[in-house]
């Protein structure tokens, strides 16, 4: 069945650090990929997404570009700051007319440090 | 910006006990959604439901778990004799369009079972 494994966590960083959380995925068909970031205390929001093979999100200095040969959605950011802090969760819809259900890695927790 | 509300932000039951976890959609939205999030685990998808009715669940939604969308307004998801394992973090989810995108993601609703 379809999966999603990350990266462990937690990662601890510096402010102004280069981050990178790695997401790789086992899917039948063409899944549409999230990445949703979970604030402390709060809901998950979509922080981006890419559709297809080649694809690129990219939303607030964060970035992600969908890898169809390495089967891989990997996080970045150039600089992360203290307000970066929260758990990333990687997720992938399997868009073959489904029902739209969304499934999730075991998310990553991002600390970052002044 | 268009909320998706949930209701109460936490409930602390009896074991045995029926709970029912409230959420109010946008209101333009079609495709509604249950994950569970247990503590420091992975976001799990429960059920999907579309025109009345469930369109898709997971293994762990079974007979205890049932879902209503009682006045076009709510959807809720009732757990009729809850167990200490059903202790999570339960998020309500809205979407416009099937295939995994767009997806709205409420607060949560905390259900501590004791």
């Keep these: 069945g379809n999966s999603v494994t990350q990266m462990e966590g ?3 960083l510096s402010e102004e650090a280069f981050l990178t959380i790695n997401c790789t995925y086992t899917a039948t068909g063409y899944p549409s990929l999230f990445w949703y970031v979970q604030y402390p205390g709060e ?8 559709t297809k093979a080649d694809d690129k999100g990219s939303n607030k200095g964060f970035e992600a570009t969908y890898r169809k040969e390495t089967t891989s959605f990997h996080l970045e950011k150039g600089s ?5 802090s929260a758990v990333y969760f990687c997720a992938l819809s399997d868009g073959s007319g489904n029902t739209g259900k969304l499934i999730f890695g075991q998310g990553t927790t991002l600390q970052v440090k002044p | 910006e268009p909320e998706v509300t949930q209701t109460p932000s936490h409930q602390v039951t009896q074991m045995g006990q ?3 976890l409230r959420c ?3 209101s333009n939205h079609l495709y509604f959604y249950w994950y569970r999030q247990i ?3 992975k976001v799990e998808f429960l059920v999907s439901f579309y025109n009345n009715e469930i369109s ?3 293994e762990i939604f079974d007979d205890q778990f049932s879902v209503e969308r009682p006045d076009g307004s709510n959807f809720t998801l009732k757990i009729r004799s809850t167990k200490l394992e059903d202790s999570a973090m339960y998020f309500c989810a809205s979407s416009e369009v099937q295939g995994g995108y767009g997806y709205t993601f409420g607060s949560g609703t905390r259900l501590t079972v004791v």
Excluded at chain 1, 80 to 84: A, I, L, M, N
């Design chain 1, 10 to 12: 937690p990662v601890t």
């Design chain 1, 43 to 50: 809901g998950l929001q979509l922080l981006l997404k890419a």
């Design chain 1, 80 to 84: 992360v700051q203290v307000s970066d």
């Design chain 2, 18 to 20: 029926e709970v029912i």
């Design chain 2, 24 to 26: 109010v959609p946008i």
């Design chain 2, 39 to 41: 503590l420091g685990q």
């Design chain 2, 56 to 58: 898709e669940k997971s």
